[in-house]
């Protein structure tokens, strides 16, 4: 088991609502980077937070952002959401300058959009 | 723009059995290659990683994958499989600058072992 702990485990929402997703990152990592996993496919990259600030952003749109806080914890935010938002949303945390170690990820959060 | 083919999307093998799960990537440098397992509705492993120097890497739980430049691979392998086993697996692909950040991931293989 991980140190990277997201909240909720599970959620619906309505199209159109809007949902705050919450990561904490590993003890000592620095870096958040934010997948959404659509049923049976892999893991998209959406976007990478480092020092507070949106540091690369996969094929997503404005919709999706996201914030990183002094204790390098993220929230991942989605408005206006539509039926295909619905996806286990995974955060993975990093070292930023130790790139050959492992990116730890966390159970993730389900979002059913209804 | 790096990109991952799993082209098995199911495998079925015998308790006891080898494994060889397919991985195949696109990118123009030397990649950084991982193999994750995901169980149902949880987040994912690393079972192993490949970042240079010896091709054939060992990982948790009894995984080796080796990396094969010619042919673009890195197949994950398995000598006797486990009930433990069977779950989603998924091949990435890292780029030289980023290394474990902004992967690349395939769309998984999900192997199921029978008795």
């Known amino acids: 088991e991980t140190g990277v702990t997201q909240s909720p485990t599970h959620l619906i929402k309505t199209r159109g609502q809007q949902v705050t997703l919450r990561c904490s990152s590993q003890?000592?990592?620095?870096?958040v980077s934010w997948y959404q996993q659509a049923l049976g496919q892999g893991p998209q990259f959406i976007f990478q937070?480092?020092?507070?600030?949106?540091?690369g952003r996969g094929n997503f749109p404005p919709r999706f952002s996201g914030l990183q806080f002094p204790n390098y914890s993220s929230e991942l935010n989605v408005n206006a959401l539509e039926l295909d938002d619905s996806a286990l949303y995974l955060c993975?945390?990093?070292?930023?300058?130790?790139?050959?170690?492992?990116?730890?990820f966390g159970q993730g959060t389900r979002l059913t959009v209804v | 723009a790096q990109s991952v083919t799993q082209p098995d999307i199911h495998i079925t093998v015998s308790e006891g059995a080898s494994l060889e799960l397919r991985c195949n990537y696109s990118?123009?440098?030397?990649?950084?290659l991982f193999w994750y397992v995901q169980s149902p509705g949880q987040g994912l492993q690393l079972l192993l990683k490949?970042?240079?120097?010896?091709?054939l890497v060992q990982g948790i739980k009894g995984f080796e994958a080796e990396f094969k430049r010619s042919q673009s691979s890195f197949n994950l392998r398995k000598p006797s499989v486990h009930w433990s086993d069977a779950a989603e697996y998924f091949c990435?692909?890292?780029?030289?600058?980023?290394?474990?950040?902004?992967?690349?991931f395939g769309t998984g293989t999900r192997l199921t072992i029978i008795p």
């Open positions: 937070y480092y020092r507070e600030e949106e540091n």
């Open positions: 490949y970042f240079s120097g010896d091709t």
């Open positions: 003890s000592g990592h620095n870096t």
């Open positions: 990118y123009g440098a030397t990649p950084y």
């Open positions: 990435a692909v890292g780029r030289t600058n980023f290394g474990n950040e902004k992967l690349t």
């Open positions: 993975a945390s990093s070292l930023r300058g130790a790139r050959k170690t492992e990116a730890f």
